[in-house]
């Protein structure tokens, strides 16, 4: 209801509205514009149509629009004051409008909508207050309303373009493909003759799924364009070639290969991008059969480009290989390519994968060599890919060790002629090996050989860093990543590795020292990063607040990225019309498709999962507001230091108060600060002060979810918060998922074992309905048995060499009633030979923190599981990972001192020591 004098009832998809003369109503939606009997309506429910202006106001009221689109905001409220001013158009409803659009594009939201709805009130039936409300919800993204605003514009003006066109838009951004299509279909009505207007309903049509008729689409307009002439006066230009090559796309999407083949023939002349022609004609061949054509094309293409992998694997396609095919046939193609294209690595790196024994040694040893020798630093990258088989690994050992061998014996030999960069490289790629193979203290040897050789080469400490972070100490991997970043301060790139380096270390201020040095001096480098939506450092600041406990600051920086993403979407709307009318079509459907899928990115998930991780937290162990902080403070002091205390901050607010003062009447500031959206919560202490932490971890579980379904972290992640919520089916549900993505990781094991152990709690309380769905889906989750503790066991002994898959048995299990399981565990965890153990390296996802095996050691010793202990300190040193060799350029001494997660406090779990049965969640390193 807008006023006692008219009366509108919205709906999704109806609008009823009262007439002012007859005594019934209009449906909208009806077929025919009869009248419907209905009851009389009151005169204070009949909407007020406003008086048309006179030929004067209407030339002002078109100069408001010419001043709006102009964007003089200003001269168009003036033009509109001029209107209102005069008593009998003071209620004028489009001039009412008017100044509501125009004051929202001042930043005056509330103004901006009292004057709307005002205007709306005093004429329900002018499609420009309809249209203006809509582009006031459009405004602030309220998508919705804005969509049945525009509809209830055009119950009134049902041809107008301009509406039907930002109707479309909208319709395709909130991806309402019903309703774009009948947009679409009604816009080609009216304008026949506007390319756009076929274009957009073809696309309506392949966003529908009826591909078909979207080929007739472009089929018809084809031919009126020829009866036309008008093709003829353009000529075959590039927008041709992509309507032809987009047609394509719709019949192979179609499965129309054949007759793909045919209209790309036909149109061969049409069409410029020859290259994406080649690309589909060949895809193209192989379905229909015809491998020699495609065999060609293939060729052809990677004579063009030998660095493409699809040409390679389309060729072997065409020729019949697979992985049972003798690999001297195979091997002929790229030997072939390799010869002919001498500087291509591809044709060189892909044999390496299918290759076995002597041949590969062979192949390797060609491909490795010159390139080290050359000093290519990413030589190591290209074969890192190998070390996933172990029967390549040790051939790859072999040859390393040769290498090292013959470097060192040329060195010593007096008449060696051979550059000493053949010795650095050498050692560099020796150094990445052993790190590869988890031996980190040959690797820490021989990096250090290099820098001794040549203390000056940038990629020498990158390694060293590298190694000594997969060792776990990422306080001495900062120093030498820092370390390098100063040997070359214009490069960009060991920056950025620099101050994630410093983040993870926990140096927060000098790793926003660092990177400011590649923002502009003028602005906040902080605040210019958001701007830059580097979420990169966003992710990694906000995991380096968790760990010092300031985890509003990390939810800052969470939100942040989910804002980045929110406003990529955003972006997508101005590409809804830039490219239909540049004819990129087959960019904008995977656009369309890519935005879909947008929030499954890594960025996203990666901040999603430590957002979710964060508000658990939360959820768990609540922070302290400062009032209730500082009520805590003055009720510990005596009587005498609370008077004292309480002295001293009235006077500081008496100060504060009166700075504040002097600021507004001194402080001018300029128009673009004054412009500026002030942030009220810098610090996120409003995120972590939040009520309810799980409605807003849900919120970042939802895409995951959705967009990312085959990530068991996601779905551990829901089993979190649902079991802190007690909805047993949604419990159940990720455990299945969790199993389903990935059986044997260790926290979905965790989380398989306390679902029965919840359960075990509910049962009695359950509804017999779910009690029997919960109970059918155990007997297919635990198929031998519901023996939680047998299934451990099966667990232990099946992942005996891992220490995550061993924590995470110690955890669901009671560890002082299993000994023998915690010794186990410890084993593993001071074994010396670190390359015996799986998940001894921190990038291990749920990797147990050295603290809780302090705190099972202590268990084992009778402390009951307090740090505190004769031999615990002992123990600080049996933890390392690995015996790792100093950093220091010239010093090779062991390191005596504990990695660096010992050195700051476990922030990872719910409440520091106690067996709570989270510990993975996230590693404590």
């Not at 030929?55 to 001029?82: C, D, M, V």
């Not at 060792?471 to 790139?493: C, I, K, P, Q, S």
């Not at 060991?494 to 926003?512: D, F, M, P, Q, T």
Request: proline fraction near 4%.
């Amino acid at each position: 209801t807008f006023s006692a004098r008219g009366f509108c009832l919205l709906d999704t998809s109806r609008v009823c509205v009262w007439l002012p003369r007859r005594l019934g109503h209009h449906s909208a939606n009806s077929s025919s514009n009869k009248r419907v009997a209905g009851c009389p309506v009151p005169d204070y429910l009949r909407p007020a149509m406003g008086p048309p202006l006179p030929s004067r106001e209407a030339a002002i009221f078109k100069r408001i629009l010419k001043f709006y689109e102009l964007k003089q905001y200003k001269n168009g409220l003036k033009a509109a004051k001029l209107i209102l001013d005069k008593k009998e158009f003071a209620e004028h409803g489009e001039t009412l409008a008017m100044k509501g659009l125009t004051l929202n594009c001042l930043d005056r939201k509330e103004e901006a909508y009292d004057y709307v709805r005002r205007g709306l009130r005093n004429d329900l039936k002018s499609h420009v207050c309809w249209h203006v409300y809509g582009l006031l919800y459009r405004s602030d993204k309220n998508y919705p309303e804005a969509i049945k605003c525009y509809r209830n514009a055009l119950k009134f003006d049902p041809e107008n373009l301009q509406i039907l066109r930002d109707l479309s838009l909208l319709q395709v951004q909130t991806r309402d493909v019903e309703g774009y299509l009948a947009t679409r279909n009604t816009l080609l009505q009216i304008r026949p003759q506007q390319r756009v207007s076929w274009l957009g309903y073809s696309i309506a049509l392949q966003l529908s799924g009826q591909l078909n008729r979207a080929i007739d689409v472009i089929t018809a307009y084809e031919k009126a364009q020829e009866s036309s002439g008008n093709e003829k006066k353009r000529g075959y230009d590039y927008e041709t070639s992509e309507l032809m090559l987009f047609k394509a796309t719709l019949m192979i999407e179609n499965k129309q290969a054949q007759e793909a083949l045919e209209f790309l023939a036909e149109n061969d002349k049409r069409i410029h991008d020859r290259l994406s022609l080649k690309e589909m004609r060949a895809q193209l061949y192989i379905e229909v059969g015809q491998l020699d054509k495609a065999e060609e094309l293939y060729r052809g293409m990677m004579d063009e480009n030998p660095e493409d992998r699809r040409y390679y694997e389309g060729l072997e396609t065409c020729l019949g290989f697979n992985d049972s095919t003798p690999q001297e046939k195979r091997l002929e193609i790229y030997t072939d390519m390799a010869t002919r294209h001498s500087r291509a690595h591809t044709p060189k790196r892909i044999p390496l994968v299918f290759t076995k024994g002597e041949t590969f040694e062979q192949l390797l040893a060609a491909y490795i060599k010159p390139n080290m020798l050359k000093g290519v630093t990413p030589i190591f990258r290209n074969v890192a890919h190998l070390y996933q088989y172990p029967e390549k690994v040790a051939v790859l050992d072999k040859l390393t060790k040769e290498y090292v061998a013959e470097v060192e014996a040329q060195r010593e030999a007096s008449g060696d002629k051979s550059p000493p960069s053949h010795y650095v490289w050498t050692l560099l790629f020796a150094a990445q090996h052993y790190d590869k193979l988890g031996n980190h203290v040959l690797a820490l040897e021989t990096i250090n050989k290099a820098i001794d050789h040549t203390p000056t080469v940038l990629e020498l400490y990158m390694a060293k860093a590298k190694i000594y972070k997969h060792a776990g100490n990422v306080h001495e991997a900062a120093h030498w990543l820092d370390y390098a970043r100063e040997l070359d301060t214009a490069d960009r790139f060991i920056n950025s590795k620099a101050v994630k380096y410093l983040l993870r270390a926990g140096n927060i201020k000098r790793a926003e020292e660092n990177v400011a040095m590649f923002t502009r001096e003028t602005a906040d480098a902080i605040q210019q990063l958001t701007d830059m939506q580097c979420m990169w450092f966003e992710t990694e600041e906000g995991l380096a607040f968790n760990r010092v406990g300031e985890r509003g600051k990390a939810l800052k920086k969470f939100h942040a990225v989910d804002k980045h993403f929110a406003q990529m979407m955003e972006d997508e709307f101005d590409f809804h019309t830039y490219c239909l009318r540049k004819m990129t079509l087959r960019s904008y459907t995977r656009l369309i498709r890519m935005e879909d899928k947008l929030r499954g990115h890594r960025f996203y998930v990666k901040a999603a999962l430590n957002a979710i991780e964060t508000y658990v937290g939360l959820h768990d162990n609540p922070v302290k507001s400062k009032q209730e902080k500082e009520a805590d403070k003055v009720a510990a002091m005596s009587p005498a230091e609370r008077k004292k205390y309480l002295r001293k901050q009235k006077k500081a607010e008496l100060k504060a108060e009166q700075a504040k003062k002097e600021e507004k009447t001194t402080a001018k500031k300029s128009k673009a600060d004054a412009a500026k959206k002030v942030d009220t919560d810098p610090d996120g202490e409003q995120l972590a002060l939040t009520k309810t932490p799980l409605d807003e971890a849900v919120k970042f579980l939802k895409p995951l979810q959705s967009l990312s379904p085959e990530l068991a972290e996601g779905h551990h992640a829901a089993y979190e918060i649902y079991e802190r919520k007690r909805r047993i089916l949604l419990m159940l549900q990720s455990v299945k998922r969790a199993c389903k993505c990935n059986a044997q990781h260790p926290k979905t094991h965790a989380i398989k074992l306390r679902f029965v152990g919840c359960y075990a709690e509910m049962a009695d309380k359950l509804n017999p309905v779910v009690k029997q769905v919960v109970d059918t889906e155990l007997e297919k989750l635990f198929p031998g048995g519901l023996d939680a503790a047998a299934c451990n066991e099966t667990f232990v002994k099946a992942n005996a060499a891992s220490l995550p898959h061993v924590a995470a048995a110690v955890e669901v299990a009671n560890a002082k009633a299993h000994p023998a399981l915690v010794k186990k565990l410890l084993a593993l965890a001071s074994a010396k030979d670190a390359t015996a153990v799986q998940g001894r390296s921190i990038k291990v996802s749920g990797q147990v923190g050295k603290k809780r095996l302090l705190f099972y050691a202590d268990l084992l010793s009778g402390g009951g599981g307090v740090l505190v202990g004769g031999w615990v300190g002992v123990l600080v040193f049996v933890f390392l990972f690995a015996t790792v060799t100093c950093g220091r350029a010239r010093n090779k001494a062991i390191i005596e001192k504990a990695p660096s997660s010992l050195q700051r406090p476990a922030l990872r779990s719910c409440n520091g020591l106690t067996n709570c049965g989270c510990l993975l969640r996230k590693p404590t390193l």
